[in-house]
């Protein structure tokens, strides 16, 4: 069983007015306060930062907080769509505890946000007995362009290119290492790279995958309550 991802407080719903500075987003609420929300995501959000969208809003209660509601879902004609970049290593922590993602469960160690590499932290090193290391990183994807295809970058990511460099360099070193990217939005079928959006990071993906590193895909069941991990998609190399 996965546990979901609950939010711990409901979720209020309102409409963007506007999204700038990258992390800032304009709400106006239903009861017709306007308030400046945080955006915890640094990506372009094509698609998904149109005025007039409805949208849903976390409140922490958090004294020391500049902005007391932070963005979380987006509401499109297709469904919900998760837009904060800090909710998939959660949603992935609670699947891999559980033991819900097939490829890597018979791992019984999860640690999160381990130093590797130069100037990297893995997202997560999992560990067993008689097992290879396994060096997991998670990205989150909500770029849709075509119709049920979902896309990764929405930006240019010279961080990410470099996660995979890191990743194909344990690899080398005789450990297994993997890329899970989660699909914040359950409208589609299949994932692909956004190639047009960043060459290099495509370039990256796949000489990683050439050294050995392997890529998995998750879809996401989003409700305005929680975020649940879902099946598999099929990757478009």
């Not at 929300?37 to 094509?46: D, E, F, K």
């Not at 590797?116 to 997991?136: N, Q």
């Not at 956004?194 to 990683?208: P, V």
Request: aromatic share 6%.
């Amino acid at each position: 069983t996965v546990f979901p991802m609950r939010f711990p407080s409901p979720l209020v719903r309102g409409t963007l007015i506007r999204r700038y500075k990258r992390f800032l987003a304009d709400v106006t609420l239903e009861t017709g306060e306007i308030l400046t929300a945080h955006c915890a995501n640094p990506g372009a959000m094509t698609g998904l930062a149109m005025p007039g969208l409805p949208v849903w809003l976390s409140k922490s209660d958090d004294p020391k907080r500049k902005l007391a509601y932070s963005l979380e879902l987006v509401e499109l004609p297709s469904g919900i769509v998760g837009i904060n970049t800090a909710h998939p290593n959660r949603i992935v922590g609670e699947a891999l505890r559980a033991g819900a993602i097939p490829e890597l469960a018979a791992y019984d160690n999860v640690r999160p946000e381990v130093r590797y590499a130069e100037k990297s932290r893995v997202d997560f090193l999992l560990t067993a007995d008689g097992l290879p290391d396994c060096y997991l990183e998670v990205k989150n994807v909500h770029l849709v362009r075509a119709a049920g295809l979902a896309e990764f970058p929405d930006s240019v990511t010279t961080r990410g290119a470099r996660h995979l460099a890191d990743l194909a360099r344990m690899v080398t070193e005789g450990h297994r290492a993997a890329m899970l990217y989660l699909v914040q939005r359950g409208d589609c079928s299949q994932f692909t790279l956004a190639a047009d959006i960043d060459k290099a990071y495509a370039r990256a993906f796949g000489d990683a995958r050439s050294a050995g590193v392997e890529a998995l895909c998750y879809a996401t069941n989003i409700t305005s309550e929680a975020i649940t991990l879902a099946d598999p998609l099929p990757i478009r190399e």
